[in-house]
């Protein structure tokens, strides 16, 4: 209980803090010399940008790591996460296709886009590991990896066909930079989504047993699967479409939350949300403070701690498979 609390005190330290920083930066001592005036320019502030940031935010970085884990456990392979898988790409695709395609959509139609693509882009993943015969911990991401370079090509291409490469490229940048009221709150739509794989975690954990097991014990193992699909492809789509890509965060956080929590999912999904959202929040917090008053993409931050963790997970292999 005391580890409970020190781990969520020290979440909603670093979040009261990171309200705080930013182009125009108080202190709480500042605040106490502020007229009315004032005080009520720094709350339009909190409530038009810091307060949307912080919620986006946690949400973001809560649901990119319970995504990894459902992928994870479905696929029974610690190293596929939506980001090895290729499903960041087929939804970068599927932006890009309603960029074309419905210039003037909504968000939810950019979602909706990349969401069908994604979901088609990563059972087709599923069905080619599967047609793998000697399948090893190292293989079945590369293969993901593979077909996500391929789409992501292919993107590229059409791209330059249509004269949108630097649109596509600045507007899919991950950053929470213009994350303000009214234009995040599509991000909200993962929360259900996060409570849903709670409700099915158990599933998931006998899901990655195998279909043999899974059928033994009553389940239908194609719907789970195909349960486990839809909500790690609705996430990473309103997570492209809101914020932009945001690498390696469902492949490392799972990982390290089963090194110290086991495997079971239900048993480790609030620790995996808590150490996602810690992951963003720190990654956020110093991209605004190593260049202050400017900022450096999460995006950036995130490839270089992800990928050097990741490189540390594939030399210790044998540990984690």
């Not at 790591?65 to 994870?72: D, E, F, N």
């Not at 009221?181 to 996060?194: D, F, H, R, T």
């Amino acid at each position: 209980m005391a580890f409970r609390i020190i781990q969520w005190s020290f979440l909603l330290g670093l979040a009261f803090y990171s309200l705080f920083i930013g182009a125009a930066q108080v202190s709480l001592s500042d605040l106490w010399r502020m007229d009315g005036e004032q005080l009520q320019f720094w709350w339009e502030i909190m409530l038009q940008s810091r307060i949307p940031r912080l919620c986006s935010i946690l949400v973001v970085g809560s649901s990119m790591a319970i995504s990894g884990l459902i992928m994870q456990r479905i696929t029974n392979n610690r190293f596929v996460s939506p980001t090895t898988a290729g499903t960041m790409e087929w939804c970068r695709f599927g932006v890009m296709v309603a960029i074309l395609y419905l210039p003037g959509a909504s968000p939810i139609w950019r979602v909706g886009a990349a969401f069908v693509i994604s979901l088609i882009g990563t059972s087709c993943f599923l069905a080619v590991i599967a047609r793998v015969r000697h399948q090893n911990v190292i293989l079945v991401p590369l293969i993901g990896i593979m077909l996500g370079g391929v789409v992501n090509a292919g993107a590229v291409f059409y791209a330059y066909q249509f004269d949108i490469v630097q649109n596509m490229a600045s507007w899919l940048q991950g950053s929470f930079s213009l994350v303000i009221e009214g234009n995040y709150e599509l991000l909200y739509a993962s929360i259900p989504l996060m409570l849903l794989a709670y409700v099915y975690a158990d599933f998931f954990t006998i899901a990655g047993m195998g279909r043999d097991a899974a059928v033994a014990l009553g389940l239908n193992h194609a719907s789970i699967m195909r349960m486990g699909l839809v909500i790690v492809s609705i996430i990473s789509s309103i997570t492209i479409v809101e914020v932009g890509y945001l690498p390696f965060i469902g492949l490392i956080v799972p990982n390290i939350v089963s090194i110290f929590r086991g495997d079971a999912v239900k048993k480790i999904l609030f620790d995996t949300a808590w150490l996602g959202a810690m992951l963003v929040l720190v990654c956020d917090v110093a991209g605004r403070m190593l260049i202050a008053p400017f900022e450096i993409p999460i995006g950036v931050i995130l490839s270089v701690v992800g990928g050097a963790v990741f490189l540390a997970m594939l030399f210790h292999r044998k540990t984690y498979a």
